[in-house]
């Protein structure tokens, strides 16, 4: 009989009250980081200052790293590794994850973003309106050599290249639809009362898959010959959102348990840190709007029409995963994580490779920085619409057993009970 993970069942069988109002509290404190950035600008520069650059690009925000650990140790001190073993040998949810990861969703993300921006919403965002972003890593072209969509041109005494503004923000789209969710996938997936076991597998090989087809899917998408792969900035975000809270929950459940027993560890400690993720995630949500608010609030028809395509790609991925997770058999708690894995987006890598390959200024980084901006209040509504239709799948993996026999188990259970 498959195992399910007891910690993500709450008594009640829903969502607490914080949770279930927590879009509320993410809209306050997306408010909160706009009028912080807006009134104490030095203050958030200051903190945006501080961070893991690689090659020019901030990569890694410190206080957003400090955030973000905090955030997902509670849940990584929660898994038992035992059922990640187990989770590690379903075939049928990790094969699906890697299918709508790499081969649906890149080319989705592609097509969704080219028909809103480059023809339903090119009249708005002005079809003869520009970018410039950085010349391509490794080439030096002279003024007036034509190179892809643009051209380069003298701006401010440096070499840039002029592209129509639409396809820059084509290309920040590109990078968030080849950059599926990781490290943030594991706070859905709880707050869904999914698998922790089974998301922190797929986390694991959906990174190192990422490693392998980010450049390629990118250079692909893009048009622009071969992006480059940002192997130091992928590897240490993944070290540093993933592998550091992992690392610290393991080895911090190993030692709690050891001295003081599993049942002061579940019904103590685990109690103290129910909390904790969703604070985290909500100062995370102050200090990204107080850091990018200004960007957003100076362009805010381009934030719609940006936004737009990116809501219509993640309705859609995490439809097909849901939809697939059910006709493959797949139980709710596998199920859910599945389907979201795909849907969101690992905005972190995506941001810093913008900035990285054409500016911070740059339309790609905008569309990026819109990613941010639409997570959490869309995948908080997905959140909810898979607490509200766990009853649509079985307790049990599609396995053949017998019926009756679960039938049988289930008056003993209830019998039990009275």
């Known amino acids: 009989m498959t195992e399910t993970c007891p910690t993500n069942q709450p008594e009640s069988g829903g969502m607490g009250f914080f949770e279930r109002y927590l879009t509320v509290w993410v809209g306050l404190c997306i408010v909160a ?41 509670p849940i990584m001190v929660k898994i038992d590794f035992g059922e990640v073993v187990r989770a590690g040998k379903s075939i049928k949810p990790l094969g699906l994850t890697l299918f709508l990861n790499w081969a649906i969703k890149p080319f989705t993300m592609y097509g969704i973003s080219l028909f809103f921006l480059g023809t339903a919403f090119l009249g708005f965002i002005g079809p003869d309106a520009v970018d410039y972003v950085k010349l391509p890593l490794g080439l030096d072209l002279p003024v007036g050599t034509a190179y892809g969509a643009g051209e380069v041109v003298l701006r401010d005494g440096v070499r840039m290249l002029e592209v129509p503004l639409w396809r820059s ?125 200004d960007v957003i609030l100076s362009n805010p028809a381009t934030i719609l029409w940006i936004a737009i395509p990116l809501f219509v790609q993640t309705i859609l991925i995490f439809a097909l995963g849901y939809v697939l997770s059910k006709l493959l058999g797949l139980t709710y708690e596998n199920a859910a994580p599945t389907a979201m894995i795909g849907a969101s987006n690992h905005f972190e890598v995506a941001i810093a490779t913008a900035v990285m390959l054409y500016g911070l200024s740059s339309g790609a980084a905008l569309a990026t920085v819109v990613g941010v901006l639409i997570e959490v209040p869309v995948m908080l509504m997905l959140v909810r619409f898979c607490v509200r239709t766990q009853h649509w799948f079985s307790n049990k993996e599609d396995s053949g057993l017998d019926a009756t026999a679960e039938q049988t188990e289930s008056k003993t259970i209830a019998t039990a009970d009275a």
């Open 169 to 293: 923000y084509l290309a920040g789209c590109i990078l968030l639809g080849i950059a599926p969710c990781t490290a943030m996938v594991l706070v859905w997936g709880s707050l869904a009362r999914g698998s922790d076991g089974h998301t922190l597998v797929m986390v694991a090989v959906n990174s190192l898959t990422m490693l392998l087809l980010y450049g390629v899917l990118g250079g692909y998408l893009l048009g622009v010959g071969q992006l480059p792969v940002p192997w130091q900035a992928l590897l240490l975000s993944i070290a540093v959102y993933v592998a550091l809270p992992l690392v610290a929950g393991y080895l911090s459940r190993k030692w709690i348990i050891a001295a003081k027993g599993e049942t002061w560890f579940r019904e103590q400690f685990l109690h103290y840190l129910t909390p904790v993720t969703i604070f985290a995630l909500l100062l995370t949500l102050v200090l990204l709007f107080s850091f990018k608010g």
């Open 33 to 73: 980081g706009v009028l912080l950035g807006k009134l104490a600008p030095g203050f958030a520069q200051s903190l945006d200052a501080m961070a893991i650059t690689v090659n020019g690009a901030p990569v890694i925000s410190i206080p957003i790293a400090l955030c973000l650990f905090f955030m997902m140790y």
